[in-house]
Nanobody, 114 residues
Framework: VQLQASGGGLVQPGGSLRLSCAAS????????MRWHRQAPGKQRELVAT???????NYTDSVKGRFTISRDNIKRTMYLHMNSLKPEDTAVYFC?????????WGQGTQVTVSS
């Protein structure tokens, strides 16, 4: 199982970014997927989830600004991030469970700063 996250970068406050997570080694369309993030000195937190049927859930701090989505044909999950704030600065990880195990991508850095 491999999860490859990409799309991070430096963006000004109020800006937008789209993260991608390409998956292999799993039956992607059957798997719920998640985005987590970890800011310096803080614990990793769950940001958003999307089920195999497309239902979504978000942590309160990103509701209305972030959108999680998936393309089962491309076996890729996305996180569209709008109205970014400095407190969104973190390493973002994609993750899933498969056959009883958790799998994590390598993380992509998002920095929101002027």
């Amino acid at each position: 199982v491999q999860l490859q996250a990409s799309g991070g970068g430096l963006v000004q406050p109020g800006g937008s970014l789209r993260l991608s997570c390409a998956a292999s080694g799993i039956i992607f369309r059957l798997n719920a997927m998640r985005w987590h993030r970890q800011a310096p000195g803080k614990q990793r937190e769950l940001v958003a989830t999307i089920t195999s049927t497309g239902s979504t859930n978000y942590t309160d701090s990103v509701k209305g600004r972030f959108t999680i989505s998936r393309d089962n044909i491309k076996r890729t999950m996305y996180l569209h991030m709008n109205s970014l704030k400095p407190e969104d600065t973190a390493v973002y990880f994609c993750a899933t469970h498969y056959r009883g195990r958790a799998y994590w991508g390598q993380g992509t850095q998002v920095t929101v700063s002027s």
